[in-house]
């Protein structure tokens, strides 16, 4: 199960605060909810990932999409971190 909620939104830019595991079909859910945010055409969002506990394969996949599309991650757990750098190969 994954949360997603707004806490910060300057008009241009807007931070999402997640929670929980990034698996199944909460890949699509987070996918569709920064989809709908670049609609708004945001300058910068920005994902707190301090709340963030597992990530699955195909949520990597997704997170580097995204990271691609300019969407920032912060607090990022180390062993997300190393997922990501390491898929990055």
């Known amino acids: 199960m994954l949360k997603i909620t707004e ?3 300057t008009g241009n830019k807007i931070e ?3 929670e929980g595991k990034i698996v199944g079909t909460c890949i699509d859910y987070l996918s569709e909810v920064c989809t709908d945010i670049d ?3 945001v300058e910068e969002v920005m994902l707190d990932f301090s709340g963030v506990r597992y990530v699955e394969s195909g949520g990597v996949d997704i997170l580097q999409k995204l990271m691609k599309d300019n969407i920032k991650i912060k ?3 180390i062993f997300i971190e190393e997922l ?3 898929s990055n190969l």
């Open 16 to 18: 999402l605060k997640l």
């Open 75 to 77: 607090n990022c757990p």
């Open 84 to 86: 990501l750098k390491k």
């Open 39 to 41: 609609k708004r055409k």
């Open 7 to 9: 806490v910060n939104n």
